[in-house]
């Protein structure tokens, strides 16, 4: 139990276009969910939080225009990095949370390329 | 603000081995969760064992236990009978936003 799927799992895309990244809890409700970033051989650094049906809180320093974050429903959170550039290039991992056990389960990440 | 520190960047231990990895946390919150979760070279983040703060009794789940020092701010990791396939990146986090420390890469020698 506890799966949480993301998709895609790897996007390359040119510089000034947008993307978006998919987050779903398979097999039970989420009532939370986080997005993460990933530097090579460094910690998780989290984004963002977002509950169903209202706005995402960020993390101070990320942009909220930049990274557009919607939780639409208790099972799917979707991250857009809008108009990406190189340095957004990175590993996005997203995680659920559901009411009860209190514990992040995470999905497998996307692999970010900005050309 | 919650931290959480990590002081072993790289740790190894020779298979069928026990290993200890090292956390420390600080946090406001009166009512918590502390956790470990591993990451293989997939980069897949797993819950290896969870522990809730009020609870004094030390959590285990088979080969993995946790030595919760709540007064000291200590949560340690211990590995038994450590496998080729526990050979990963170990991050210790606490919260229900989950502050991560920076990680202990654990390596099993054959």
């Known amino acids: 139990g506890a799966v949480v799927s993301q998709h895609p799992s790897r996007v390359i895309c040119k510089s000034g276009t947008s993307v978006k990244i998919e987050c779903r809890s398979l097999d039970f409700q989420a009532t939370t969910m986080f997005w993460y970033r990933q530097f090579p051989k460094q910690s998780l650094m989290l984004m963002a939080t977002?509950?169903?049906?209202?706005?995402?809180?960020?993390e101070q320093g990320v942009e909220k225009d930049k990274f557009l974050i919607n939780h639409a429903s208790l099972t799917l959170s979707t991250l857009t990095v809008t108009s990406a550039h190189p340095e957004d290039s990175s590993f996005y991992i997203c995680?659920?949370?559901?009411?009860?056990?209190?514990?992040?389960?995470f999905g497998p990440g996307t692999r970010l390329l900005v050309l | 603000a919650q931290t959480v520190t990590q002081s072993q960047p790289e740790m190894s231990v020779q298979e069928a081995e026990t290993v200890t990895l090292s956390c420390t946390y600080d946090?406001?919150?009166?009512?918590?969760?502390l956790f470990w979760y591993k990451q293989p070279p997939s980069r897949q983040m797993i819950l290896v064992i969870r522990q809730e703060a009020y609870k004094q009794q030390n959590a285990t789940e088979n080969r993995f236990s946790v030595n919760f020092q709540k007064a000291a701010k200590s949560f340690s990791l211990k590995i038994s009978d450590s496998q080729l396939g526990d050979a990963a990146m170990y991050f210790c986090?606490?919260?229900?936003?989950?502050?991560f420390g920076e990680g202990t890469q654990l390596t099993v020698n054959p």
């Open positions: 946090t406001s919150e009166s009512d918590y969760y």
């Open positions: 977002s509950n169903e049906g209202s706005k995402a809180t960020y």
């Open positions: 995680s659920a949370r559901p009411a009860r056990p209190e514990t992040q389960y």
């Open positions: 986090a606490s919260g229900s936003r989950l502050t």
